[in-house]
């Protein structure tokens, strides 16, 4: 079973930077898909981005192209999530998930490992 912990939330001013990581314990990351969700107060939860295993194959949501980019490090066992241009629409909680079929999914329901979160906050 693997353990994921997400860090480099924080608070930005509209047009800012943030990079999120996500480290994995217990198993190595390299050896899940790995994706990018967020949830902000009162919405469902939302596909972000996501990176197939061995990193070749990535996919982003329509309202982060060009702004944010997934990438991953199996070597020491992160992923990461460069945002740029950041918007007030993009303040929510971050959370890194992981799936063992080497296949992208922008389904939730589909991961079966999830981190604890963290908190973008992002001020107009």
């Known amino acids: 079973q693997v353990q994921l912990l997400e860090s480099g939330g924080g608070l930005v001013q509209a047009g800012g930077s943030l990079t999120l990581s996500c480290a994995a314990s217990?198993?190595?990351?390299?050896?899940?898909?790995t994706a990018w969700f967020r949830q902000a107060p009162g919405k469902e939860r939302e596909f972000v981005a996501a990176?197939?295993?061995?990193?070749?194959?990535?996919k982003n949501a329509d309202s982060v192209k060009g702004r944010f980019t997934i990438s991953r490090d199996n070597g020491k066992s992160m992923v990461y999530l460069q945002m740029n241009s950041l918007k007030p629409e993009d303040t929510a909680v971050y959370y890194c998930a992981v799936r063992s079929w080497n296949l992208i999914s922008d389904n939730p329901g589909e991961y079966a490992y999830w981190g604890q979160g963290a908190q973008v906050t992002v001020s107009s």
């Open positions: 217990g198993r190595a990351l390299s050896s899940y898909t």
């Open positions: 990176i197939s295993r061995s990193g070749n194959i990535t």
